[in-house]
């Protein structure tokens, strides 16, 4: 029954690159390959049923990834590696009890995403009016033992007060 489905599925890998660009030097961007056990329980039912229970035939590889660097230029790195192995019932349909006949074997991979969607840091919004130095306003203030202080002082409150009023109210 399973004449050739072990060397299909052999493989010797032990590690897999977390990145497409790993470097053969750097262990450390390497990951460990997780292999499930290898079914290795078959069943022949006798010629009256011809069919062989228990037979691996799917080998799926599952990569968990996540988005790691800059947030507006994620790059997927490979975080965990795990193969897992399924059986299936062939039945064998040929008439003659020598003919041989062929089977499907399939791989698969699939990848799934630790983060989905990467976290964008938005800045605070700026403030509604801009901050001035404390000296902005310095020649409209003067000594107070001066005359005419308070009426410079008004004059200029009140031209900023019309200011203003002209810039919001149009």
């Known amino acids: 029954c399973t004449t050739g489905v072990f060397d299909y599925f052999n493989t010797t890998a ?3 690159a977390q990145w497409g660009n790993s470097s053969l030097l750097n262990v450390n961007e390497w990951v460990s390959i997780e292999y499930d056990s290898y079914p290795t329980s078959t069943a022949w039912s006798g010629d009256n ?8 035939n799917i080998v799926n590889w599952q990569f968990l990834t996540k988005k790691t660097g800059s947030v507006y230029n994620p790059q997927t790195k490979i975080v965990r590696v795990r193969v897992k192995y399924q059986t299936s019932t062939w039945e064998f349909t040929e008439s003659n009890t020598t003919d041989t006949q062929d089977f499907f074997l399939y791989g698969t991979a699939t990848f799934y995403s630790l983060d989905d969607k990467p976290k964008v840091q938005v800045p605070s919004s700026p403030p509604l009016f801009p901050k001035l130095p404390h000296d ?3 020649p409209l203030y003067t000594n107070s033992a001066q005359s005419g202080t ?3 002082l008004l004059a200029a409150s009140v031209a ?3 200011t203003l009023q002209m810039a919001w109210g149009s």
């Open 14 to 16: 032990d590690r897999i």
């Open 49 to 56: 049923a011809r069919t062989c229970t228990g037979i691996p």
């Open 136 to 138: 902005t306003l310095y």
């Open 150 to 152: 308070s009426i410079s």
């Open 160 to 162: 900023i007060l019309a």
